[in-house]
């Protein structure tokens, strides 16, 4: 073989979603790794990483679908999680080691009274437990090599901080919707502080990423063990444009589309009454459509429809 061949990837060219119902004890990799093999596929991976106690949806993409991982990771989430008073630990969740203890135990009201100041655009401290990187190593590889960790606040949006339920004075249980790389551990960890005392996470479901929730996650128990035959199904998968459902679509005609192929711009002059509502026109993605055909995505800019990712032109029509 010439070495400007290119080697043919091993496994099968499939294309599409599979959501799943992440167990708690295996981290998003490993998920990914035997669904993989499970399905003997050349290229998978996930939408939004979720820690090993975590459990809930985690969105795998094969093939073409990974291409569209960051619009899935950048979608509404959802999660539940118990609030355990009275243990700080290193990890922030229930895994960790317990680095600070406090007698103190928060009425409802004083909790309700700090949620406010969680909810909309916050500043938010990681864990150290995470894979930021630090001078090229991630946070959790130096915090278990005893080093001292010290991240900056980062921007967060939250737009849903609940407490739901109060089992017992030591537990509380809270509803959250939050963007893109909000930390739950924080948010458990920074509340119980507000609160005069110290905490971290005892459980964690998410129930929904993007388009994608929990009532159609399947568990990983029930698709079989790497090396059964025959291997699932792909009728299993969703289509590769499942992931950009929350996107506002905007209808197009074939000759409006053939130029957004052709690489210009369309004023939106000119789509007047057809630029959906919920579109961003400062920079919002809407999701081209002509004759229900899935074109590419658009990003609205400067009074313009501005090709981003045109799917004709890549493999990722496969899934549409």
Known sequence: MS???????????IDGWLIVDKPTGMGSTDVVNRLKRLFQAQKCGHGGTLDPLATGVLPIAFGAATKTVPYVMDGTKTYRFTLRFGEARDTDDADGQVIETSAARPEDAAIEAALPAFRGDIMQVPPIYSAIKVAGERAYDL????????LPPRPARVDRFELESRPDADTAIFLVQ???????????RDLARACGTVGHIAALRRMRVGPFHEATAIPLDKLGQPGDTPPPSPDLLLPVTTALADIPALALTQAEAMRLLQGQAIGLVELMGRIPGEANPDGGLVRAMAGGRFVGLCRLESGLVVPERLVAQESLAAGG
Do not use: I, N
């Not at 915090?143 to 010290?150: C, K, L, N, T």
């Not at 939050?178 to 458990?188: D, E, I, P």
């Open 3 to 13: 070495r400007f061949q290119r080697r043919k990837p091993k496994g099968q060219p």
């Open 143 to 150: 915090a278990r090599e005893g080093q001292a960790v010290d």
């Open 178 to 188: 939050s963007g893109k790389g909000v930390y739950m551990r924080s948010l458990a």
